[in-house]
């Protein structure tokens, strides 16, 4: 049995645990989770049906079929042509699947002109968002997306080793050379695309979490917020450096960087089967707050990270989520003063039986 069939079977007793009688997914990670077929949205109808028992149903455009049939382990795979009328074929397969009066669950980013082409085809139906039975088998991740998760660590770790080796190359380019100079070698690694554009954040720019990259020109002295991460086999690393390329940084950096780096180290010894999310949150804010940096901590401490980049569990204040065996997450601290510059430090681990396994293991420090 393939992972995708495996997964797609575990769906199935979820079904029936949540009372609902099918998921409906078109393209969509949760498609490719179960599936193995991988494609972006578009206009046509390409709906995969999970029913709660017998195998699930494709119903493709035909152009669809050979390639659905090569990259799925699916085997009832329906089509219909650019001359029918794709309502006409879903109702036959809701039809045939029995889901009158049942209740569906409906793939979270359907777009909705089929969702309402769903409801139109099941005037009676229950409806409820997939994510109700796949979150939770997607939060913990089996071997082969551990496997895909280590690989996509080890190539990001390579790359930023790469960029610290740059040193003081890096004082005069602008953010937007440095951030393609990354993807440069994020590809050059072994990479097979960027899960989000390389974040870039020079000096004040770096009191902006979520600043991507622009024009400024990153001088001696600059502190630089470096948050990228790339894809291997569908699956994204996301880390993040806090570095200085040459010359001496303001007075209060080095005191920060510490104090970012302890609190790192404090919520990564805290991960284990059965904490809580919020507990992880708590031991990295603890560490910023008695340092009197806590009102400058503006962030959760970290998210789930698989097909999606951000995705359960979120490691947020108050969350009484209890850690998994094979959750993969981000541990994030950071601090941010406005108009001077941001330290954030990442990295993302699995939870095993005994504690933590990290996926980056690149120099914490910020001497390149
Ligand atoms: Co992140």
Known sequence: MTPFERRARACQERLADADADATVLFPSRNLLYLSGFDEEPAERHLLCFVPREGDPVFLVPDLY???VRAE?????????????????????????LDLAGGRVLVDDTMWARFSQDLRAALPA???????????????RKDDAELDALRRAGATVDRA????????????????????????????????????????VGSGPNGAMPHHSHGDRVIQSGDPVVLDFGTVVDHYPSDQTRTVVFAGEPPAAFAEVHGVVQAARTAAVETVEP?????????????????????????HRTGHGVGLDVHEEPYIVAGSDRELEVGNVFSVEPGVYLPDEFGV???DLVVVTENGAELLNDTDRGWRC
Request: hydrophobic share 45%; proline share 4%; charged share 35%.
């Open 72 to 96: 799925s382990w699916l085997a009832d795979v329906r089509t219909w042509s650019d001359e029918d009328d794709p309502r006409e074929a879903l109702a036959d397969v809701v039809s045939d």
């Open 160 to 199: 930023v080793e790469r960029v610290r080796d740059m040193g003081a190359d890096v004082v005069g380019m602008t953010e937007n050379e440095l951030a393609a100079e990354i993807e440069r070698l994020l590809a050059d690694e072994g990479g097979e695309g960027i899960p989000f554009g390389p974040l």
């Open 125 to 139: 139906a229950d409806f409820g968002l997939a994510s109700e039975v796949i979150a939770p088998l997607r939060a």
């Open 344 to 346: 954030r430090i990442e």
């Open 274 to 298: 059965g904490v809580a999310a919020g507990d992880v949150d708590r031991a990295a804010r603890e560490v910023i707050e008695e340092a009197g940096y806590g009102d400058r901590f503006i």
């Open 65 to 67: 079929e050979t390639q």
